[in-house]
């Protein structure tokens, strides 16, 4: 069977395929690997193996980079044999796991595209389902071939296809992935895209739900109760609004800053001119180096006339002003989940210019 012409086509169009597929969903999870490690920390969380999170990220740009290079490798056709068990072992897996949290253990996304195309459970359960017998049928067809019988040209293209997708996802963790899919991305205006539908008073309630990181709990909380700010507690699941009468949810619905003085949302991104939003993940962890740049920004916006704020999950349970280095900036709360949202880098600045985003960059990338 493995002779027949029909057979051949039907080898090659699944492996164009699959090549394609995997290309898609290896390129768009490797370029952000920040969110990918935070999807594969709630797997880990989900099912019991939070000890393993301090690797994550490693294992995000591994996995992701190796599922983009097995993507080049089964669309150049090198080592074909070798690939096609390996692909065709990685769909079984993905298979029964996206089955297992479209019943058992449900997760809200998969993550299996990242932040490009978000697919249910169901629906990434059913696009394996679509897959596997291809991957079956490409590993039929090259099944005689020897596994590890490399020609030295499919030696080099395998170290250039490997040093290229590792690269890449250690590029955009140590700057900022190069295409942003996320809601806060430059040229969006946080404040138009906060603006919730009208409502009369009493007909709705916004509620803030989020998981339990030690017991798995998940907890509605109200916009004022400060307890959901302890990012080491509680992660970010959703946001919801309560009505009588559905209400449509605005693109950036979540995004709040506070301090002890209230919500200062409002006040922050209705500042005219330019401002800089200063992003510190923790202040315990801010390298030196890191610090630094952030002084010198510090200065340059004084001395272009700008202001500069500072975003923290850290909790603040006064009004908070820190010293960069270069004089005090004012400190406002924000969840931890918005905050990797906005920005995918431990430490970083966003910018504004009347409300709209114009440029993010991560702490080693301020060149002020």
């Known amino acids: 069977m493995r002779q027949k012409r029909s057979f051949k086509l039907l080898s090659h169009a699944c492996r164009l395929i699959l090549a394609c597929t995997f290309i898609l969903s290896g390129f768009t999870k490797v370029i952000d690997p920040w969110g990918t490690a935070l999807k594969v920390n709630e797997y880990l969380s989900i099912y019991g193996m939070e000890v393993l999170e301090p690797a994550s990220m490693t294992f995000s740009i591994w996995l992701c980079g190796a599922e983009l290079m097995m993507g080049c490798m089964l669309l150049f056709k090198v080592r074909i044999r070798l690939i096609s068990i390996f692909a065709l072992a990685s769909m079984i897996f993905f298979t029964l796991l996206t089955l297992l949290s479209a019943t058992l253990l449900p997760v809200e996304d998969c993550g299996c595209f990242g932040e490009a195309l978000k697919l249910t459970p169901w629906e990434t359960f059913f696009k394996n389902l679509v897959l596997l017998p291809m991957a079956f049928v490409v590993w039929w067809r090259y099944r005689p071939d020897r596994i590890f019988a490399f020609k030295p040209l499919e030696i080099a293209l395998t170290c250039v296809f490997f040093s290229l997708s590792m690269y890449l996802g250690y590029y955009c963790y140590i700057h900022l992935p190069l295409i942003d899919f996320l809601p806060y991305k430059v040229g969006?205006?946080?404040?138009?895209?906060?603006?919730?539908?009208?409502?009369?008073?009493?007909?709705?309630?916004?509620?803030?739900?989020?998981?339990?990181?030690?017991?798995?709990?998940?907890?509605?909380?109200?916009?004022?109760?400060?307890?959901?700010?302890?990012?080491?507690?509680?992660?970010?699941?959703?946001?919801?609004?309560?009505?009588?009468?559905?209400?449509?949810?605005?693109?950036?619905?979540?995004?709040?800053?506070?301090?002890?003085?209230?919500?200062?949302?409002?006040?922050?991104?209705?500042?005219?001119?330019?401002?800089?939003?200063?992003?510190?993940?923790?202040?315990?962890?801010?390298?030196?180096?890191?610090?630094?740049?952030?002084?010198?920004?510090?200065?340059?916006?004084?001395?272009?006339?700008?202001?500069?704020?500072?975003?923290?999950?850290?909790?603040?349970?006064?009004?908070?002003?820190?010293?960069?280095?270069?004089?005090?900036?004012?400190?406002?709360?924000?969840?931890?989940?918005?905050?990797?949202?906005?920005?995918?880098?431990?430490?970083?600045?966003?910018?504004?210019?009347?409300?709209?985003?114009?440029?993010?960059?991560?702490?080693?990338?301020?060149?002020?």
């Open 188 to 368: 969006v205006n946080i404040r138009e895209a906060m603006q919730a539908p009208s409502v009369a008073p009493g007909e709705s309630e916004t509620v803030l739900v989020y998981r339990n990181l030690k017991t798995g709990e998940e907890r509605e909380f109200s916009l004022d109760d400060p307890e959901w700010q302890d990012a080491d507690t509680w992660e970010w699941v959703d946001t919801r609004t309560t009505s009588d009468v559905p209400a449509i949810r605005p693109l950036i619905s979540e995004f709040a800053l506070r301090d002890a003085e209230g919500d200062a949302t409002g006040e922050v991104l209705s500042t005219p001119g330019r401002l800089y939003m200063l992003c510190v993940t923790s202040f315990d962890r801010l390298s030196p180096r890191c610090a630094r740049r952030m002084a010198r920004l510090v200065e340059h916006a004084a001395a272009e006339g700008a202001q500069v704020v500072c975003l923290t999950p850290d909790p603040l349970y006064d009004v908070c002003w820190h010293d960069f280095g270069s004089g005090e900036v004012r400190c406002y709360n924000i969840d931890a989940s918005t905050m990797k949202t906005m920005l995918r880098a431990r430490n970083g600045v966003v910018v504004l210019d009347d409300g709209t985003i114009t440029d993010k960059r991560n702490c080693r990338d301020i060149r002020p």
